[in-house]
């Protein structure tokens, strides 16, 4: 306690920091801030830009930036980013914004990658499943691993499927995103000996249509398969960089 009072006094510590060192999380108007959640958890918090305001992203992103010296950021709009990168220029002009689709990572000079020897094989069905299939990827890249993406490979044209097994077998961990009926993880668990998580999508349309079908279709495999729910790219990309930091730690 002595140590992170003396700190805040000569400003090697902002009170900011030292609240979250304290209490594992900082809070200010735009809400709460879990800052010990991957030191608890293995898996840091992510900012869910859809629903809230510019400001509350802006600020949330800038209290991530000061506690863990970066941020992670899904369903991003782009009046969200444009907003967020111009107020980063000044506030934190030295981070550095890294985006895919509407999955944002903002990262200070501070901040150590990790780095895993392990590697997480991102997979879609179609184009159309990309987004989703993106926060996984940001979140597998974030903590270290090596992310292999195969897209396009749904099964309505099987030979794109199959020409693609030998990457498939390649990867220590799979996440597989598809809508409609959800094929796409079945068949792609049937064919490796590694863990495959469904990602449902929900692009799907008509008769279980908002990925209805294609959470059913999953959790009703007859191959072995874990499943998260639709559109939760962020959660199966936590699930996926847990076990590869599992890998990880059994190589060394």
Not at 135 to 164: P, S
């Amino acid at each position: 306690m002595r140590e992170l009072l003396e700190a805040v006094a000569d400003g090697s510590l902002s009170p900011t920091q030292a609240e979250a060192k304290l209490k594992g999380y900082v809070t200010d108007d735009a809400g709460r801030f879990d800052a010990a959640r991957e030191q608890r958890r293995g898996i840091p918090e992510a900012i869910l830009a859809e629903g809230k305001s510019i400001q509350q992203v802006i600020s949330l992103t800038e209290l991530a930036l000061e506690t863990t010296d970066r941020a992670l950021l899904t369903r991003v709009s782009d009046e969200q980013f444009a907003a967020l990168e111009s107020a980063l220029s000044e506030s934190v002009p030295e981070a550095t914004l890294e985006r895919r689709y509407s999955t944002i990572r903002v990262v200070s000079p501070e901040y150590d990658s990790p780095s895993l020897d392990a590697t997480v094989g991102i997979v879609t069905a179609g184009s159309v499943d990309a987004p989703v299939a993106d926060e996984a990827h940001v979140v597998c890249a974030d903590a270290g691993a090596t992310v292999e993406r195969i897209d396009d490979v749904g099964v309505a044209a099987l030979d794109r499927t199959l020409d693609q097994v030998d990457r498939f077998r390649a990867a220590d961990v799979l996440v597989v995103a598809a809508g409609r009926e959800g094929a796409l993880p079945t068949v792609v668990a049937g064919l490796v000996d590694t863990p495959v998580i469904g990602l449902p999508v929900s692009s799907g349309y008509g008769f279980g249509g908002d990925g209805e079908a294609a959470l059913a279709g999953m959790l009703q495999s007859c191959t072995v398969l874990s499943v998260v729910n639709v559109d939760a790219g962020f959660v199966a990309g936590g699930q996926a960089t847990l076990i590869a930091r599992a890998i990880d730690a059994g190589r060394r």
